[in-house]
């Protein structure tokens, strides 16, 4: 039986915003595919007036979404018919390292409606139809075909605040139709707020002592001082590079309401700085993706394939 029906799919957190973010940054429509797995969950609640036999027929399915691989552009396995191009999607699935389960694709549409279109139906059932691309689940006597469409759209006209819409949708080729399935965004929600009961920041703001403009202190001009205002200051330009160590002090005390500009300052320093860092991750991370890439072409060099 390869029609499963799905109780809902779960994607984590990290995951959708990176789809969101490559769909955001991308110059036009994109499409790719969905990378995970299906597991079977026995139902929360038993009642002893359940008959024996029905334990198995109360069996739900969930697909998580644990991976995804964006094509940055339109058509990119398929042709404007709906036609899967079978070449085009080995070229795709050669690229993930390790191989991963094909559970189904994603579309991302700027300025239209969130509605699936008729090639994107006729793509996700020609898909669902490939026994080559089907995978055992849990139970043995079950394959689960890549059956799951994802859509992201951005609202039909410009808004202040930039939003995104998506829905996921399965679809059934016993009834060739779209159902649509709820999705379950793992770490978010009341639920999972345990999880971050005993966190502690492993790079907290640093400790330093801020003379105020009161103190005596303040027009002291000695070496020791003036050695340690500049260790203040390069642990401070850890965290907001540019902020000066003598605006703290006007941070501090009765009269700090009136420097509210200067605590945007800081912020914005420290925003600054960690957008720096995110960048530079982000040129790491596409630097070690192209290095797999070259390891993975001298993999299929040297097996012959090439």
Known sequence: MDDLPLQKIQISGPTLASMIERFSTALGDVD??????VSQIAPSSLSDDDPLGSSSDSSTFVATVSGFLCSGTVNSFYESTGRIDFLALRRLLAD??????????????????LRPSLREFSVTA???????????IENPLSNFRPSLFLLFASPLSDQVIHTHEYKAYQYHPSSQS???????????????????????????FPSM???LRASPMAEDDSDATQVAKAHDQRQLDTCAEGFQIGSLSRLMGSEATNYTAGLEDLYEKM???????????????????????????????VAGYD
């Not at 790719?32 to 797995?37: A, E, I, R, T, Y």
């Open 126 to 136: 020609c898909l669902s139809t490939k026994a080559q691309f089907s995978f055992p």
């Open 96 to 113: 993930r390292v390790p191989p991963r389960s094909l559970i189904g694709w994603f579309s991302g549409r700027r300025r239209s409606p």
């Open 209 to 211: 002592a801020c003379d």
């Open 271 to 301: 925003l600054s700085k960690l957008d720096s860092l995110a960048r530079l991750v982000e040129k790491t991370s596409a630097k070690v993706h192209e290095q797999e890439s070259r390891n993975m072409k001298l993999r299929y060099k």
């Open 178 to 204: 779209f159902e649509p399935k709820s999705i379950d965004i793992v770490n978010i929600g009341p639920a999972f707020r345990g999880h971050y009961g005993s966190f502690s920041p492993s790079s907290p």
């Open 32 to 37: 790719g595919l969905l990378f995970g797995h």
